[in-house]
């Protein structure tokens, strides 16, 4: 009898482990940095992109003269 509640409580125990485990919660919050990253990039490049194109065109434009 004594054995089957050992088994039993280290049952439990380790059912107990596998629910309290933050492992999938760490991947979670790095993806979503990962998300968050990747969209302030976007952003950055659709709102600068064009003129950063003017401005190293002028550029280019300038040092082609000298």
Do not use: H, Q
Not at 4 to 25: Q, W
């Amino acid at each position: 009898m004594t054995s089957l509640m050992v088994s039993m409580m280290a049952f439990v125990a380790g059912v107990k482990d596998r629910f309290s485990s933050e492992k999938g919660a760490t991947a979670t919050e790095y993806s979503l940095l990962v998300g968050l990253i990747a969209l302030v990039l976007v952003v950055g490049v659709g709102f600068f992109g064009t003129k950063l194109n003017t401005w190293f065109s002028t550029l280019g434009t300038t040092v082609a003269g000298w």
